[in-house]
């Protein structure tokens, strides 16, 4: 039987989105395809701006400036 469904990798671990209605301890084959949820292609860095906001200092703005200065 084939079935085909998303998950999220946790480390070796893949989490599916859905129970398959197979028993535990089932032997599986999988074909791992990496795929982009609708909507949100490119958008990964939106998602993790936030992640040091707490962390962020006016030495990492004068750095990023610095940076960008040199790329021009």
């Known amino acids: 039987m084939q079935k085909t469904t998303k998950g999220i990798i946790?480390?070796?671990?893949?989490?599916?989105?859905?129970?398959?209605?197979?028993?535990?301890?089932?032997?599986?084959?999988?074909?791992?395809?990496?795929?982009?949820?609708?909507?949100?292609g490119g958008d990964g860095w939106k998602r993790c701006a936030?992640?040091?906001?707490?962390?962020?200092?006016?030495s990492d703005d004068q750095i990023l400036a610095e940076l960008a200065r040199e790329r021009q």
């Open 10 to 40: 946790n480390g070796n671990t893949i989490q599916l989105r859905e129970n398959l209605g197979w028993r535990d301890g089932d032997e599986v084959e999988l074909v791992v395809t990496r795929s982009v949820p609708s909507g949100k």
């Open 50 to 58: 936030g992640l040091l906001a707490s962390q962020w200092s006016e």
